[in-house]
């Protein structure tokens, strides 16, 4: 999407041909800084430290981890030393292990000589692969927002509410939430986004909110409690989230105050649905809540706020008192029953386990594995 008129992804191969570049999204809104990445500890390093975040981000980015780590050591040891480094840099996100499986199936039956070579071109599939879904969610999220369109008066805007950030910064391009409201956007419906500002860490108010703005969709930061006030107030029209792990009987897991959102929807009438690639199921996973792992990140998220000062400084400050204790679970888990609708790449589905498994028996297969 684009950045001051430029087109930009969240991470690509540099023009030496090997090493990595991605935003880093740590310094955004306040500052627009490319990090290169250069070992699979950077890879790893990035995906921990939230330099990349976002589910679809963080497969793309471990796949080409495993790619820098067949650099150094394309040997079978190094092949599951790079996977054992990546596959622990978070715990939430399913396309984490996605794409290392991935990476790991075509390299481990070739030659050593070969995998370096061949995990770079898989790595660019599994980026272009992403691209490519994307585009699939927002063709078929288009639609419903087409069919709130035609019940509209002529020239009525389309409200939408999103939470966290899953546009393009947290994929590689067009992101799955926000991939049908830039189609919307781009074929000249009016259309406005709601953004929860998604504390602790703000992904909303930070990242959705500097990409909307960059790319001309018209967006109101809010504070996280704001929506169900909206939504009783016939404001918003749909809720599109995205998800780290859609477990097999369609509950989602999403960043934290996700199923607040869905229950007020629910209580309100308003659609509530999830964008999600095919890489996000988690077939393994019989049950959400009970098994989806919930990362629980450093208390200081909660603490300390950062942000740029009247004179352009950027400065943390504390705004908890001293000795408070803090809780940080960084996501939640939204039953299938509270979801309208899963928009994927092959359609929208009902969130249950005969829908999920007849757009994507391979993946049952896979997860058999
Ligand atoms: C298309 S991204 C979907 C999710 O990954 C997104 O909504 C989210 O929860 C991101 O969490 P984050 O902790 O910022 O990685």
Aim: hydrophobic share 45%; proline share 5%; aromatic share 6%.
């Amino acid at each position: 999407m684009k950045v001051d008129g430029k087109h930009f992804r969240s991470i690509w191969r540099e023009r030496d041909g090997w090493s990595v570049g991605a935003i880093d999204q740590r310094r955004l809104p306040h500052e627009f800084i490319v990090a290169k990445l250069t070992s699979c500890e950077d890879a790893a390093l990035a995906i921990r430290d939230m330099l990349v975040r976002g589910a679809p981000l963080i497969g793309a980015t471990a796949a080409y981890g495993m790619a820098l780590a067949m650099r150094e050591d394309a040997s079978d040891a190094g092949l599951k030393r790079a996977y054992d480094t990546l596959v622990v840099a978070r715990p939430t996100a399913i396309n984490l292990k996605w794409a290392l499986d991935e990476m790991r199936a075509s390299l481990a039956p070739i030659d050593a000589l070969e995998r370096a070579e061949a995990a770079y071109a898989r790595a660019d599939e599994i980026v272009e692969q992403d691209v490519e879904i994307n585009r699939g969610i927002a063709g078929n999220g288009l639609k419903l927002i087409e069919a709130i369109v035609a019940r509209k008066k002529p020239g009525e805007t389309v409200n939408v509410l999103t939470h966290c950030n899953a546009g393009w910064l947290a994929t590689v391009d067009w992101g799955t939430a926000t991939a049908p409201i830039y189609l919307a956007h781009e074929r000249g419906i009016k259309i406005h986004v709601w953004v929860d500002e998604t504390r602790p860490r703000n992904q909303g108010a930070s990242l959705t909110a500097w990409e909307l703005g960059h790319h001309g969709v018209a967006h109101t930061v809010i504070p996280d409690n704001t929506g169900g006030h909206l939504m009783q107030h016939g404001m918003v029209d749909l809720a599109i989230v995205g998800t780290d792990r859609v477990a097999a009987n369609g509950d989602v897991c999403n960043k934290i105050g996700t199923y607040l959102k869905a229950l007020a929807a629910h209580d309100n009438n308003v659609p509530f649905y999830v964008a999600l690639p095919s890489p996000t199921i988690d077939f393994a996973v019989d049950d959400g809540i009970r098994d989806i792992p919930i990362e629980q990140r450093s208390g200081t998220e909660v603490t300390d706020m950062t942000g740029r000062t009247a004179d352009g400084r950027l400065e943390t400050v504390r705004i908890v008192p001293e000795g408070s204790p803090v809780a940080n679970y960084a996501f939640d888990v939204t039953p299938a029953r509270l979801i309208t609708g899963l928009i994927t790449e092959r359609g929208v589905l009902k969130p249950d386990r005969a829908s999920l498994a007849a757009a994507f028996p391979e993946r049952i297969a896979a997860a058999a594995e």
